[in-house]
């Protein structure tokens, strides 16, 4: 998300059922993180206990449970809330169970009990795997891909409810039990990772389908579902074969938080005498010139009006946002983070957080979203080759300089720095990470216009576009409804690129989850991703091997993914008329083929001095001996 959404009116109450979704009954304290787990290596754990009355803040507090030690009891700012560190030990271990938290005062007693939970590992489905190059994720709006139980979509309780469909900025009723439906879906046009917008409860008075301003770190929205539906999509995509990302927002919450309406102290929030929004120039952040103002205006100002900068340079803050990063992790089992608005966090933060996730889970796949213009600008927020005092540990990026590249490959005239040229450059100037690899690629999103519609409705320029994205290097997105030729712009609002999935709906006269209810262009484009994706699960060229590239010439651009195991040429015509490609140059990488087979068509032909390539076509061969 880069920029604010302008049409949010918010309403500044929070309704009472969400303070009580913290717990699953009633008890005399809410305590954050809602559980924890045993053997954890995270095992100094912070709570945020807050109380109901005045005197909340004064009670004593004692803990006798094997393997747990009180380290120590800070109040809160107000008086109604404590921070109790407790230490949760490795050795002897602390066995799951429920975990008695005294409180003592006023003549009075009260005991809350505070689960403890089993660790996940080496129970149940694989998780935190992480995604790597290997993969290809679909990234979707659960709001607007399915609706799988209409009788959630409007809730008691809560500010916004289904007006309909036809409210553009609105609910439309898709959940997550729609997704688990669909699954299937997913897998057969060749995905092997789900990516969500976040699940979070937004108890927003408008635009709350999104997910970006919550209201609770600790309870899934229950219009989509809450925790039971999303524990069973997550445990039913594992036992098929798919992984899961959450979508992570550490920068800010929304104006509705419960920890917004209620702070803890008082500098839970970066606070400015009056509203200051963030300048969204990432410059100062690593400008070697920047004044100190430009860079706390960018790094402390609020995204919106609505969305309130969360003071990451607090320990209290710190830790609640780590333990929550950890504890869905553990609770849920996903598989990967992608990070919000990566550059809006305090960096040394985020070190510290992708640190004790990477701790904890070493396989586990983070990267952060970074919609800047540069390559440098880029490559400063992710783990980099650069000797610059500030070094990330973040493993990879949203690709936005890839992005800008490949669309201009498919919608720039040829030239010297224009077209084509730009993507080759883009590509060459990989040498600045770490590893490139880890940088999630993509033509669209839903902050972005359609790629339909911005190479004109063009089915080749699309199926160029797609082809790139799933060959090219790193880690392959799809956003939901390419497939499906959706074709908005953002304009007037973003909600024009965030339409709901015919046939997600029941009574929809259209159903495009089935071949047959797709049109025959759709299915073209359907068919051209799926051949492709489910040909490079078997290729590791294509999945982790080198990339070589040629410099374009002539509206014309060749690069080679290869191992030891196979070669795959990639082929791309920007002209208007089928062009002939001298094969000769290439000799480097074609030397000792024979044969190509054409990957889209199947067809097998022998490797001469020219080829042949259709006007706006792409090639994708795999040379044979």
């Known amino acids: 998300m880069k920029r604010p959404y302008p049409s949010y009116i918010f309403c500044l109450c929070t309704k009472i059922f969400v303070l009580l979704s913290f717990i699953a009954n009633a008890q005399y304290a809410t305590i954050y993180p809602t559980n924890w787990f045993t053997g954890m290596k995270w095992n100094k754990v912070q709570l945020l206990m807050k109380g109901n009355d005045a005197s909340f803040g004064q009670q004593k507090i004692s803990v006798n449970y094997p393997g747990i030690n009180i380290e120590k009891v800070n109040k809160l700012d107000n008086d109604n809330g404590l921070f109790l560190c407790i230490d949760i030990s490795i050795s002897p271990t602390a066995i799951a169970g429920n975990v008695p938290i005294v409180f003592s005062g006023n003549g ?62 609105g609910r439309h009723g898709g959940d997550i039990q729609g997704i688990t439906q669909h699954l299937d879906y997913i897998k057969e046009l060749g995905n092997t990772t789900l990516w969500l917008t976040p699940v979070l409860i937004n108890d927003m008075k408008t635009e709350s389908f999104h997910g970006y301003a919550f209201t609770d770190q600790y309870t899934i929205d229950p219009r989509f579902g809450g925790e039971k539906a999303y524990h069973e999509m997550i445990d039913a995509a594992h036992a098929k074969g798919l992984k899961v990302i959450q979508d992570a927002v550490y920068n800010h919450v929304g104006i509705n938080h419960i920890l917004v309406k209620n702070k803890p102290c008082k500098e839970w929030l970066h606070n400015w005498p009056e509203f200051t929004q963030t300048s969204y120039k990432d410059q100062p952040a690593f400008d070697p010139y920047a004044s100190h103002a430009d860079y706390k205006l960018y790094q402390d100002g609020w995204f919106t009006r609505l969305m309130p900068d969360l003071n990451q340079g607090n320990t209290y803050v710190a830790n609640y946002l780590i333990q929550h990063a950890l504890w869905t992790v553990e609770e849920f089992g996903i598989d990967g983070w992608r990070i919000d608005t990566y550059g809006y966090n305090d960096l040394h933060f985020m070190n510290r957080c992708n640190k004790a996730l990477m701790n904890e889970y070493p396989n586990i796949t983070l990267f952060g979203e970074t919609w800047v213009t540069g390559t440098p600008n880029q490559s400063y927020f992710v783990a980099n080759n650069y000797d610059i005092p500030f070094k990330s540990n973040l493993p990879g990026v949203t690709d936005f300089q890839m992005l800008w590249g490949m669309l201009a490959g498919l919608n720039e005239k040829f030239g010297w720095n224009e077209g084509y040229s ?36 063009d089915i080749n320029k699309l199926k160029q576009g797609l082809t790139w994205v799933l060959t090219l290097r790193g880690i392959p997105q799809i956003y939901y409804g390419t497939e499906l030729l959706m074709d908005k712009f953002k304009d007037p609002s973003d909600a024009e690129v965030r339409k709901d999935v015919p046939g997600g709906w029941p009574g929809d006269s259209t159903n495009n989850f089935v071949a ?92 001469g001095i020219n080829l042949l390539i259709a006007a706006k076509g792409t090639l994708v061969l795999e040379l044979l001996k």
Request: glycine share 6%.
């Open 108 to 169: 009075s007693t009260h005991t809350v009990n505070w689960p403890l939970k089993a660790k996940r590992t080496g129970r149940g489905t694989a998780f935190a795997q992480g995604i790597t190059s290997k993969d290809l994720i679909y990234f979707l709006m659960p709001d607007r891909f399915a609706n799988g139980d209409p009788s959630n979509d409007s809730l008691p309780g809560l500010q916004e409810q289904y007006y309909g469909r036809n409210i553009s900025k």
């Open 422 to 457: 730009k993507l080759y450059t883009t590509l060459a100037q990989d040498f600045v990470y770490k590893d490139p690899y880890k940088n999630c690629i993509f033509l669209d999103n839903h902050d972005l216009d359609r790629i339909f519609a911005v190479v004109g409705k």
């Open 516 to 607: 047959s209810g797709r049109t025959v262009a759709q299915n073209d484009v359907f068919n051209h991703i799926k051949t492709l994706a489910n040909y490079r699960k078997r290729s590791t060229a294509l999945q982790t091997g080198k990339l070589m590239q040629y410099v374009p010439y002539d509206g014309i651009y060749v690069y080679f993914r290869y191992d030891s195991k196979s070669t795959v040429m990639v082929v791309s015509n920007s002209n208007e008329t089928e062009a002939t490609v001298k094969l000769g140059r290439f000799e480097e990488r074609t030397k000792g083929f024979t044969k190509a087979r054409n990957v889209l068509t199947g067809e097998t032909t022998i490797l």
